[in-house]
């Protein structure tokens, strides 16, 4: 999966894979990502782990500066959202190197 969102009891809520191939993949995941933390925070949960591909936490890290035009707002979206008054584990990685998450993802 490219990110997965779980509680603090390892409850996991969603997980996105790309195994479309598009162009504007990013895009997709970015709004989904957005639209699963607004869900999470109306569960007014105090903590949740999240897993993401290390090619869409490079980008979040690197803020909407640096995207392409599009994904700013996303990107601006997303970061705030994080940045609400929660605390959040981030996790990053390659799915394709680790077959136990991959499968469990699938699930």
């Excluded at 995941?29 to 949740?48: A, F, P």
């Excluded at 090619?55 to 700013?72: F, T, V, W």
Aim: hydrophobic share 50%; net charge negative.
């Amino acid at each position: 999966a490219d990110f997965m969102v779980r509680d603090a009891d390892f409850q996991w809520f969603i997980g996105i894979t790309r195994k479309i191939v598009s162009p504007c993949m990013l895009e997709i995941l970015l709004i989904t990502l957005r639209e699963i933390l607004l869900q999470v925070w109306s569960y007014h949960l105090d903590s949740i782990e999240l897993d993401l591909d290390r090619d869409m936490i490079g980008e979040l890290k690197a803020g909407p500066a640096s995207c392409q035009s599009y994904l700013r707002g996303l990107v601006t979206d997303v970061q705030e959202l994080l940045n609400r008054s929660w605390t959040i584990s981030l996790n990053y990685g390659q799915r394709s190197v680790n077959l136990v998450a991959s499968v469990l993802a699938f699930l």
